[in-house]
């Protein structure tokens, strides 16, 4: 028996966009489960995982994951294609299950630790979750959300709960390389959650194409990353890329700069991946660290300015790699390093990706600007969704971003064409604010847009109309955020908050968001 229910909402073939597998390390084998490749065909004695609550090795990790996928089929009727929830902070037992599902043949959905109730409903209801894996201390958001089914829980790195009896070895499903390995939710411009799907040779050609090319990793060496697995950009730098080369993963379930700069210290980290703010806020304190263990540093999830790149440089003697990646791609498609980096330019397509900017017409231009469209191993998969005919034109995926891009073939960021803001690194879709912004009293209009923001690339600010009654004052104000912090997942939150009389709109009652980005800073 298969569960088939993603697989059959995949868009058709010809709404999907072309792949490329030109790359001979792109060429896998029509058997592929991606957690065997990962994890089994490593040395078993080398170290896989390390934080402060221990060490795992390979041979440790294969098999409590073995352990997990045989106690999801044998005890909890998990059958291949069924969705299996993950939720928790990044930790080894949270790696584990990750494993262990895919061995199962199921799919993993992983979710953000910070997603409150009503975005853990959603993503439960859209992906139709069968199953779940939850770190106990995360139990009650679950709970609230309204999970049920199959539920196997663990106490943060301490273990499972029910695995001691679990006779150890499995013997993995026998993956096709085009089944369904992982379905990552991300926030659309309409803030209703979109499923990118990703196969097994998705999780690989991640690997297999900017890691490798790109970071060209060497053995042993010890990556951490701030973005939680939830995040392909974490899933990638913190999970993937350690395994696909015999490295070790770092995990730190404290968000932060010194809580990374800590772990970087601790645990003689070589490979750190962060959000280009994260890299600014770690600046003035990196005297109070040793972080000479660094060797290899990656920025993605926003533009990196020149500006923090050349200040980092010159605090640390490290080159930012900077790269943009997107949850449709799985990970990074364009970057540079070592000395093709140009300050202030994301760099040039990875190897095993064609990267274009497209005219008004949606051609291919060889240079200009224009919307960023690109072609690779990877791409867009959204299942049941019509946004899908947004993301894939003419078989490029056209990812909202728009870029200039010179005679060398390089690309450098202009700004986002779409609604969607970007702040820290987290992608923030309008109006997915204003309707928590809504469910206040005192909102009786509201409009959400990204406003400048030097700490954070771009803050999340709401113009908001009062009903009658309140007053236009700093505790409205407050009390507005401490309600959508409430609501939905605290990062969104506006912050800054200014009370206007009226909301400019067109003639047909059309928000003009334009108008919101130009009208400068709050009176």
């Not at 957690?35 to 089994?40: M, S, Y």
């Not at 990353?225 to 995990?251: D, E, K, Q, Y």
């Not at 490979?271 to 990656?298: Q, W």
């Not at 891009?405 to 879709?429: H, K, L, P, Q, T």
Request: negative net charge; proline residues 7%.
């Amino acid at each position: 028996m298969i569960d088939r229910f993603i697989a059959d909402r995949l868009p058709p073939p010809e709404a999907q966009p072309d792949f490329l597998f030109e790359l001979p390390e792109l060429q896998y084998p029509e058997r592929l489960n991606a957690a065997v490749e990962l994890i089994d065909r490593q040395d078993p004695d080398g170290l896989a995982i390390l934080n402060d609550a221990g060490a795992w090795t390979y041979g440790e990790m294969k098999d409590l994951s073995d352990r997990i996928a045989r106690r999801l089929v044998e005890h909890e009727g998990l059958v291949p294609g069924n969705r299996v929830l993950l939720r928790g902070p990044n930790n080894a037992m949270l790696f584990a299950a990750w494993l262990g599902v895919l061995k199962a043949g199921g799919v993993v959905v992983a979710t953000m630790p910070m997603l409150r109730p009503g975005e853990i409903a959603t993503i439960i209801e859209r992906a139709r979750v069968s199953h779940a894996i939850i770190d106990a201390r995360f139990r009650a958001d679950f709970d609230a959300a309204g999970g049920d089914g199959s539920v196997l829980a663990y106490d943060g790195d301490d273990g499972f709960e029910g695995l001691d009896g679990i006779a150890p070895g499995f013997v993995p499903h026998d993956s096709r390389r085009d089944d369904v390995a992982l379905v990552a939710f991300t926030s659309g411009t309409t803030g209703r959650p979109k499923g990118c799907v990703h196969y097994h040779r998705d999780v690989l050609a991640s690997a297999d194409s900017f890691a490798r090319h790109v970071l060209k990793p060497e053995a042993n060496s010890r990556w951490a990353c701030s973005a939680p697995v939830a995040f392909t950009f974490g899933l990638g730098m913190l999970l993937i890329f350690p395994w696909r080369f015999g490295g070790t993963a770092v995990t730190i379930e404290t968000p932060g700069p010194k809580p990374l700069l800590d772990a970087i210290a601790r645990h003689r980290v070589t490979n750190l991946a962060t959000a280009p703010t994260a890299y600014k806020a770690m600046i003035p304190i990196l005297g109070d660290h040793d972080i000479s263990s660094l060797t290899t540093c990656v920025s993605a999830g926003e533009h990196l300015p020149a500006a923090t790149w050349h200040a980092w440089k010159e605090a640390t003697g490290l080159a930012i790699v900077d790269g943009i990646g997107a949850t449709e791609m799985m990970h990074i498609f364009i970057s540079a390093s070592g000395e093709d980096i140009r300050p202030g330019s994301t760099g040039k397509a990875v190897p095993g990706y064609l990267a274009a900017v497209l005219d008004e017409d949606d051609r291919p231009m060889a240079s200009g600007t224009g919307r960023l469209a690109v072609k690779g191993p990877t791409g867009c998969r959204y299942f049941d969704d019509e946004r899908q005919a947004d993301y894939v034109i003419d078989g490029w995926n056209v990812t909202g971003d728009t870029y200039r891009r010179d005679e060398e073939g390089y690309f450098w960021y202009v700004a986002r064409s779409d609604d969607m803001i970007v702040s820290s690194g987290y992608n923030i879709a309008a109006p997915e604010v204003e309707n928590a912004l809504l469910s206040h009293a005192a909102v009786q209009e509201c409009a959400v847009v990204g406003a400048s923001c030097e700490e954070r690339g771009q803050k999340v600010k709401a113009f908001v109309v009062l009903a009658p009654g309140y007053a236009p004052d700093a505790a409205t104000a407050t009390a507005l955020q401490d309600h959508v912090k409430a609501a939905i997942a605290p990062y969104k939150y506006p912050r800054e908050i200014s009370f206007v009389d009226s909301l400019p709109k067109t003639a047909t009652g059309k928000l003009q968001r334009y108008a919101l980005r130009a009208s400068g800073p709050s009176a």
